[in-house]
């Protein structure tokens, strides 16, 4: 009986809930992040009690950097909270774009840091003379501090490189920044303590001109999503193979691509045969779909428009008549009553349109078919819209 009971609670019990690639990825950003602000916080606390009692005004900067880390990493946090948000009314393609938004953020907060890596050793530079003598604990906390970003550095970079996500990648090379800072101050304590008092300013500069270039290197790589730039040529010709090879797709044209953070939105024109049905053409163009979703992961959607014939160069058929009035025109240039033209079908190629009529089970006999077929042949040379009238009788009810 227990274990029927067992059973039966087992039965009752809701089912675990799956978990996505995208909250695992969210997960993963949230954790990685707050194991950074934590490192941080230790080393910033750690940072400014010896940088005061060891008299280094250069690890007291460097305690700043550090804080600077904190409120990025904060930033970080709720922009990947965000991102991680499903679509909505008003974002349809999802949050993806605050992770580029922090990207922005985050570069522009490199650029700022390495800036002020240098105004602040051109300034020690100045006046090297009036620098307090340096106690040995700094060196020490320079060199643990270092030890520590540059762990957090390639920790880091691992996970965000196998989420594949911009913004934490940008963070990474943050902690790097702060661990080569870090390595500044190290050789600068080291220099102080030798007797050289200007390694710790030379050193600064040449760091600081690092880190600016890579804070414009991420800067610039967000402002290029946000532009909606398209990825690279082997990227989008990978893609072009994909669909190009999908059976039913005689041609493509306007394949386009832009990021949305770590996801990529793909648009294709694809050229099908004019003259299959609509519900074929639109299998085409799903499978083509569904081929670039298995075949590249990072694409979130593809956009398929399908294309009777390749209108790169201008679309003629926009200018055509409509159906309802070509129909009517179809009627006079047969010269017959047709009970029913609603079954024809028109393929609007090029600048004409060709018609296939329908005529149903014992409309006519051959010689009213062939004072048709006449008429056409007198008519259809000289017709504005029409460049092929093809007949079709049934033999057999609807």
Do not use: C
């Not at 969210?26 to 194991?35: A, S, W, Y």
């Not at 500069?205 to 690279?232: H, N, P, Q, Y």
């Not at 009970?339 to 028109?346: A, G």
């Amino acid at each position: 009986m227990a274990r029927e009971t067992h059973s039966d609670n087992m039965a009752d019990a809701p089912p675990e809930k799956t978990q996505t690639k995208e909250d695992e990825r969210f997960q993963e950003g949230q954790r990685i992040t707050r194991v950074s602000v934590g490192v941080n916080i230790v080393l910033t606390a750690m940072q400014l009690v010896v940088g005061f009692a060891a008299h280094s005004q250069s690890l007291i900067a460097d305690a700043m950097h550090t804080l600077s880390d904190i409120v990025a990493d904060a930033f970080v946090l709720f922009a990947n909270r965000k991102g991680a948000e499903a679509a909505d009314a008003d974002h349809p393609y999802g949050h993806g774009r605050f992770e580029t938004a922090a990207s922005l953020v985050l570069g522009l907060l490199l650029a700022g840091t390495g800036g002020g890596i240098l105004i602040a050793a051109a300034g020690r530079l100045q006046d090297i003379g009036s620098a307090p003598p340096v106690g040995v604990a700094a060196m020490w906390a320079a060199m643990f501090t270092l030890a520590a970003k540059e762990g957090l550095f390639r920790y880091m970079l691992a996970t965000a490189e196998r989420l594949r996500s911009p913004m934490l990648v940008a963070n990474a090379w943050h902690a790097r920044a702060d661990a080569l800072s870090s390595l500044v101050v190290a050789a600068g304590i080291a220099g102080a303590l030798l007797g050289f008092n200007y390694a710790d300013a030379v050193a600064a500069i040449i760091v600081g001109a690092m880190i600016v270039r890579a804070g414009f290197k991420f800067g610039w790589a967000a402002i290029r999503e946000l532009i909606d730039t398209g990825l690279s040529a082997e990227e989008v010709a990978a893609i072009r193979q994909t669909i190009a090879s999908t059976s039913g797709v005689l041609g493509m044209h306007e394949l386009r691509t832009r990021r949305m953070a770590h996801q990529v939105l793909v648009d294709a024109h694809v050229q099908v045969n004019p003259r299959i049905s609509v519900s074929e053409g639109h299998r085409v163009a799903e499978s083509a779909r569904q081929r670039v979703l298995d075949s590249h992961p990072e694409v979130l959607d593809v956009l398929v428009h399908v294309d009777a014939e390749n209108d790169l160069l201008g679309n003629a058929a926009i200018q055509l008549p409509d159906r309802a009035y070509l129909l009517e025109h179809l009627r006079g240039l047969l010269g017959v009553n047709l009970p029913e033209l609603q079954p024809t079908t028109l393929h609007y190629l090029g600048n004409r349109v060709e018609a296939e009529v329908f005529l149903p089970p014992g409309f006519a006999d051959d010689a009213v078919l062939d004072r048709i077929k006449q008429r056409m042949e007198e008519a259809l040379p000289g017709d504005p819209w029409f460049v092929a009238i093809r007949l079709n009788r049934r033999i057999a009810p609807k």
